[in-house]
């Protein structure tokens, strides 16, 4: 998908914002609600944040495995991303929450790196990496670094990421790539989270 594309500083592939915030993202929502309360409802949609006065994308499920977004859209294509950081802006609805993203390393071998709130250790195995998540309340920026995740699982080196995926539950502002770790006044505005200042 961005192969071809000239790739520096900030690369975006879902901003909740715009008209079509998961025009590059295949949704897959469970059908299986076997409880009755409002709680276990699946959905994936547009809501209001109001910690944020904003508008996000909300993945709620009680089955997390079955609810997610994926990108790129299209099962056969792959993002072609060479931009090492992946960041992620969501916010903790204190459940069950996962993510994951697809690399290609130098081999030419594909590996996962799936991190979750819910695995308390981290397992490195020849395909898939696992490893635990801290949520701090309210919103989080997540980073991660593919290029040292490769390195020190694998012994090998990062070439590009080839998909993300998203797991309920959880609500995301923005997922972008960066070239490296930016400072928040290196960040451009559209790329911050700006949450109201406490004026007691």
């Given amino acids: 998908m961005f192969r071809n594309t000239f790739q520096s500083g900030f690369l975006s592939i879902l901003y909740s914002l715009g008209n079509e915030p998961l025009q590059l993202w ?16 699946s959905h994936i949609e547009q809501v209001a944040d109001d910690l944020i006065s904003s508008t996000v994308i909300e993945l709620v499920s009680p089955n997390l495995a079955t609810t997610f977004i994926s990108c790129p859209r299209d099962p056969a294509r792959t993002l072609g991303i060479k931009l090492p950081y992946l960041v ?57 670094n593919l290029s040292d995740y490769v390195k020190k699982a694998y012994g090998t080196n990062y070439s590009e990421t080839a998909r993300v995926t998203v797991h309920a539950n959880c609500r995301i502002r923005r997922i972008y790539f960066t070239d490296r770790i930016y400072s928040e006044d290196e960040l451009p505005a559209e790329f911050k989270l700006f949450l109201p200042i406490d004026k007691n």
């Fill in 26 to 41: 295949s949704s897959h929502v469970s059908t299986d609600d076997s409880q009755d309360d409002d709680t276990s409802f």
């Fill in 88 to 144: 992620l802006i969501v916010k903790n609805l204190d459940r069950y929450f996962s993510f994951e993203a697809e690399v290609l390393d130098d081999k030419g071998e594909t590996r996962r790196f799936r991190a979750s709130n819910y695995q308390m250790t981290t397992r490195v195995k020849p395909y898939i990496t696992t490893m635990p998540m801290r949520l701090d309340p309210g919103w989080n920026q997540i980073i991660l």
